[in-house]
Structure formats: C-alpha cells, structure tokens
C-alpha cells in the first residue's frame, strides 16, 4: 500500500475515534440536561416568591433603613461568577468573562467565582478573590448557596462590600444562551410598587427584611447556579453535535480520498502490466 494512502487510512481512523468521544460526550451532556432543566423551573418559584415578598416590605414601609437598601460608602463591588468546570462547551466560559468584563462599576471590584474555569481565569487576572472554596459548580448545593449568600451579607454588613453584582448565564433554551449581569445588592425595589396597609411585621419590618434578604441573596445564587449549569451542558451538547457532524464530514471527504488514491493505484499498476506484456510481445 503506497504511504498515502496508509496516511489516508490512519487519519480516518484517527478521526473516527474522535467522532466517538464526541458523540458520547454529548449523551452524556443530553441525559443530564433533563435533570438540569427540571431544577431550573422547580427554582424559579423560590426566588420569585422571596422577591415579591421584599418588595412589599420596602412598599409597606418608605422609611425602611436597612444596610442592603443603600450602597456601602468605601465597599467595593463583589462580582459572583459563575462559569464551567470544564472547557468543550462553545463559547460558554467566553460568554461569561466576557460579559463581566463589558461591566463598569464604580471603585475597587472583587469576585467570587464558581466553577473552575472561573477561578483560573481571575488568578491570571489578578482580581482580588474573596473566596476559593467554591471552586467546583457541579458540587455545589443549596447549603453552599447559603453559606454563600451568609458570608457575603455579612460583608456587606460590615461595610467591606457595597454592592453586589452576579454574573450567569441564561438559559433561554437548547439552542440559546446568555450571559448578564444582574445586579443583586442594594436592593431596589420596583417604582410604583403599592403597599398592603393591613400587613404587620413581627418584631418589626426592618428585622424581618434584613433576615429574609441572606435568603433571597441565597436563591438567586442558586437559580442562578441551575440556569448556569443547564446552560453549559446546552452549549456543550450543541457543541459536541457539531464536533460529531464535522467529523463525519472529515471521515466522507478522507474515504472519498482514499478510493481516488486506490483507484488511481489500481490504474498505474494495471498500465504497468499492459505495457509490460507488449514490451515483451514485440
């Protein structure tokens, strides 16, 4: 067999064993996708009813003083981001660092980043890290979200942090993701929003609203976490269908090559022959 074509077939070979990978990762990728999506919608009630709640606590109440309801003199701005554990996922990471980086807030900025990817991206950065220890997205729980949303309120208590801003990615649906920055921390709550003048609050409404936002802060990072990681493996299925589909097209183009390089061996080697026997008839 000429070296070509044992090139040729080496390459396919190659390239079919690539073709597996992909194709397994995105089955992988569609058979957690279900589980992934389920959270998000089972998610969404939670935070949205947190919400509602505080905002009839500021409505019922203009005169609420809490540390959550006004930015922090002199705090910096607390950036949690959230990205992969791993790459071969599209633009997916990308669309995220990017979004943060078209951000402009006012003073110093920190981050708290979720998911490895993450956290390798802002060491090189040299952005000032409030916390490693939640390195991994695919592990985390609903008890690291609290324990989250506890250590960043108390930083904001403290006055260390003035705002608070999460980075995620939403999922839209299979084929469409984005990602935004939601602002999270003060809280403003939405204009004309009408109060319910029979609603008492129990010890008062300032108690009650500084308790329930370490809970909001708490859902939105972990409806957040859901859309992310329902996002990510989205984009990773699409992009291992892709990487599949291409290398078929790579395999087809190689066989179609490999048959023309036969054929035209098979031709020399006939050619060779006929000339021989008429060099030896004359």
Do not use: W
Request: include cysteine; charge should be positive.
């Amino acid at each position: 067999m000429p070296a070509s074509m044992k090139e040729i077939k080496l390459r396919i070979k190659s390239v079919q064993g690539t073709r597996q990978l992909t194709k397994a990762m995105e089955l992988v990728a569609s058979s957690k996708l279900r589980r992934a999506s389920d959270r998000v919608e089972h998610s969404r009630p939670y935070f949205e009813t947190l919400y509602q709640t505080l905002c009839d606590m500021a409505a019922a109440d203009p005169t609420l003083q809490s540390p959550y309801l006004a930015r922090q003199s002199g705090g910096s701005t607390c950036y949690i981001v959230i990205a992969g554990d791993r790459g071969l996922a599209g633009g997916y990471n990308a669309n995220v660092f990017r979004a943060f980086a078209g951000d402009n807030p006012d003073g110093q900025i920190c981050v708290l980043p979720i998911g490895r990817r993450a956290v390798e991206h802002f060491e090189r950065q040299g952005i000032p890290i409030v916390s490693r220890a939640f390195a991994v997205a695919g592990e985390l729980s609903v008890s690291d979200c609290f324990e989250i949303s506890r250590m960043l309120c108390g930083l904001v208590a403290g006055g260390q942090i003035g705002a608070i801003r999460l980075v995620y990615t939403r999922f839209v649906s299979m084929l469409a993701q984005k990602a935004q920055v939601l602002p999270v921390l003060p809280f403003i709550p939405p204009a004309g929003k009408s109060a319910h003048p029979m609603l008492l609050y129990e010890p008062d409404s300032e108690t009650v609203f500084n308790a329930v936002i370490p809970e909001y802060l708490a859902g939105i990072v972990y409806g957040a976490l859901c859309e992310s990681v329902s996002s990510e493996l989205a984009a990773r299925r699409t992009a291992m269908d892709s990487a599949s589909r291409n290398a078929s097209d790579m395999i087809d183009r190689l066989s179609l090559n490999y048959n023309r390089a036969r054929q035209a061996a098979i031709t020399r080697e006939l050619t060779e022959i006929v000339a021989g026997a008429d060099a030896g008839g004359v």
